[in-house]
Structures are given as structure tokens and as C-alpha cells.
């Protein structure tokens, strides 16, 4: 398992979904979740995200009450960003998305087993 990955899966938590990008560094930032309702979906405004512009390499957010699957809203959001990756952490695995010709592919689930178990 990658650094990256471990660093993923201590973001979730229950509550409302955290959301962030990873910059070329590999450093990880945690952005405001301004969705109306930030327990459901997440959503990152683009004077939040402006400064990272052009260092942003994936997204991340957090699932903290479902499975790392793609909800409509996340496809949608993914879709704008075809050149970036996509984490989707739940509270036992991180899913890694790419945006290949408008299709959505899931590339790598890992599992965290020291996690779940606790
Ligand atoms: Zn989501």
C-alpha cells in the first residue's frame, strides 16, 4: 500500500464528507465541503480550489456512511476534471477513479485490513 493511500484512509471519519485534492507533491489539502448537504455529497467551490490550480493532480473526498462506489454527483464532478485521479475513501478501503474518454474506470480498491478490523 502506498504513503498516499495510507494518508487516504485516516481522513474518514463519520459525520459530514471531507473532500481535498493531492498536489504534484504528493502533499494532500483538506477543502471546505460547501454542499448544501455535506452528510450526502460534497462539493468544493472554485475560489476554494483556485490557488492549487495547475499543482492538483487527484481529488479525494470521503463516503462516511456508504462504499467507495460512484454516486451520480461524483461521476458528474470527475467528469470535469479528466486529467486528475479520484479517491473515494470509505471506512475500510480507498477506490481510485480515472476519467478515460468520458468513461468513469475504477483502477485500484484497496483494502486497509489493520482498519477494518479495528
Ligand atoms: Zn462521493
Redesign the pocket.
Same mark, same amino acid.
Given at each position: 500500500m502506498t504513503e498516499l493511500i495510507v494518508q487516504l484512509q485516516r481522513l474518514w471519519q463519520p459525520g459530514p464528507?471531507r473532500c481535498g485534492v493531492v498536489l504534484d507533491n504528493g502533499e494532500i489539502i483538506e477543502l471546505p465541503n460547501r454542499a448544501e448537504q455535506p452528510a450526502l455529497?460534497?462539493e468544493v467551490a472554485d475560489a476554494d480550489l483556485a490557488p492549487y490550480m495547475g499543482r492538483v493532480v487527484a481529488s479525494w /473526498?470521503t /463516503?462516511p456512511r456508504t462504499s467507495g462506489n460512484?454516486?451520480v454527483?461524483?461521476y458528474r464532478t470527475f467528469q470535469h476534471y479528466p486529467d486528475w485521479q479520484h479517491y473515494?475513501i470509505d471506512q475500510s478501503s480507498v477506490w481510485q477513479y480515472s476519467v478515460a474518454f468520458d468513461y468513469m474506470v475504477l483502477l485500484d480498491q484497496v483494502f486497509d485490513k489493520e482498519m477494518s478490523d479495528e
Open positions: 464528507e455529497a460534497f /473526498h /463516503h460512484l454516486s454527483s461524483d473515494i
